[in-house]
């Protein structure tokens, strides 16, 4: 049967050989990739585009003839396409736990009294005043419970409250808590099946702050305070041990943010994420699987190699 990648970037899979093609939003149209375009005049990592990239899938798939099986970079987003009696999605978890651990706020409240997280607050956008901001911070983040790569995380301050106000939707439900500086933010992968969770190496993440929090690329050649790195096993397996024993299985993308001696979840994404083609390149020269076929595995209920001992493993 063949094997198929879905997802915004062609590159997110080129230490890989797990895949006999690949439907992609950018790519070269080479090494049996089919892609809409190299560069997408829209913002994919934005919610509200989600059924436009649905609609370029849903055009390629349809063509498809062949007994095929597809793993997508979204499953959730990938299971609203339109999929023929041929074509079956595989490594998806219940839309049950997808809709929790995809929504921020839902989020917080699943793993409340699991993990350390900063205390938050949710209002509506015509709700959110100035008092708001005299009373909780002269600094807030806001963030609507959907998005990724930092679309609708807000950054707001006396300067420029009435510019953030306006962009917040008036019957919209979001989170407010206090702007935590010189924070250090961290993503980490875990790997779950029935039986085994496998951690992946962490990376510092960078931002750019202005009147949103914008995720500008993440660094893997670091060093990790003791500290850091105790919190960062601890709560990255204290979550992966509750979804697994709610059923999830697969990756799991989880952000920590380290401020005031403590590690706090941010959020937590079940997909692959944008450092995904560098975990995949650790592995590889660690001897391991692709992070592909882990997941694949996790799926199965087939053994997952330890990662301890890969390149960059925050056991070292």
């Not at 063949?2 to 797990?18: A, D, H, L, N, W």
């Not at 993503?187 to 039986?195: A, H, S, V």
């Not at 450092?275 to 592995?283: F, G, S, Y």
Request: aromatic fraction near 12%.
């Amino acid at each position: 049967m063949k094997r198929v990648f879905v997802g915004p970037k062609q590159k997110t899979i080129k230490y890989t050989k797990f895949f006999d093609s690949s439907i992609t939003l950018i790519g070269d149209n080479k090494n049996n990739n089919v892609a809409y375009h190299d560069d997408i005049p829209f913002e994919f990592w934005n919610d509200d585009n989600n059924l436009r990239e649905i609609d370029i899938y849903n055009k390629v798939i349809e063509t498809i003839k062949e007994p095929t099986e597809i793993m997508a970079y979204n499953p959730r987003l990938f299971s609203k396409c339109r999929l023929p009696s041929n074509v079956k999605q595989i490594c998806k978890n219940s839309d049950k736990l997808l809709e929790i651990l995809d929504n921020k706020i839902k989020t917080r409240k699943y793993f409340k009294g699991i993990v350390p997280m900063l205390e938050y607050y949710t209002i509506k956008g015509n709700d959110f005043n100035c008092d708001l901001l005299k009373s909780i911070s002269s600094e807030l983040i806001i963030q609507s419970p959907l998005g990724s790569g930092g679309a609708k995380t807000f950054y707001c301050n006396n300067n420029n409250f009435n510019q953030i106000k306006g962009m917040l939707k008036p019957n919209q439900e979001y989170s407010i808590s206090a702007y935590q500086k010189d924070n250090l933010s961290y993503t980490i992968y875990g790997m779950i099946n029935d039986r085994q969770i496998e951690i992946m190496p962490p990376a510092q993440q960078q931002f750019e702050l202005s009147y949103n929090i914008e995720w500008i690329g993440s660094e893997y050649d670091i060093e990790i305070q003791p500290i850091v790195k105790e919190k960062l096993i601890k709560y990255t397996t204290e979550i992966c041990k509750k979804v697994q024993e709610d059923g999830y299985r697969g990756i799991l993308n989880i952000d920590f943010i380290f401020a005031n001696n403590e590690l706090y979840l941010v959020e937590t994404n079940p997909r692959f994420g944008g450092t995904i083609a560098t975990v995949d390149a650790l592995l590889q020269k660690s001897h391991l699987p692709s992070i592909f076929e882990y997941n694949y595995r996790a799926f199965y209920n087939q053994d997952l190699p330890s990662t301890k001992n890969m390149e960059k493993s925050i056991f070292k």
